[in-house]
């Protein structure tokens, strides 16, 4: 027991002290995967665009309208397209050029991988 208390006071200690200082170490976090995806209500309906790092976590919060706004509005709970980007920054510049094309560049997108608009969340479950 007294071994475990000296441990986490050294980890007190270390987490607590600057950056800067000499024997702290620099530490890195991994970039974590991120997704760009295309939500529909319907067949050629209402569609959304997002980006998240969690995807499955995320078309359950549309599909159970846990985050309310546009998609629960329009119950825009289908997923129809989505491409994994390396980093989240990766994803946000994607999401942006996505957003700022036209709707028919949309549905190409969702049609060249999806032709059938099935809901691919059920896809990713399995």
């Given amino acids: 027991m007294s071994s475990l208390r000296g441990f986490e006071k ?8 600057k950056p800067n200082q000499k024997n702290q170490t620099k530490r890195t976090k991994m970039p974590k995967e991120a997704y760009v995806y295309i939500l529909f209500n319907k067949p050629f309906g209402v569609l959304y665009i997002g980006v998240t790092s969690d995807l499955i976590k995320r078309i359950y919060e549309h599909k159970n309208k846990i985050t309310g706004g546009f998609s629960a509005k329009y119950n825009v709970d289908k997923l129809g397209y989505f ?10 510049t994607r999401e942006k050029r996505l957003k700022g094309g036209s709707r028919k560049r949309k549905i190409e997108l969702i049609l060249s991988q999806n032709p059938t608009w099935r809901d691919l969340y059920y896809d990713l479950l399995s």
Avoid: L, P
């Fill in 83 to 92: 491409e994994t980007c390396g980093d989240i920054k990766a994803a946000i």
């Fill in 10 to 17: 050294a980890e007190a200690i270390s987490f607590n002290q």
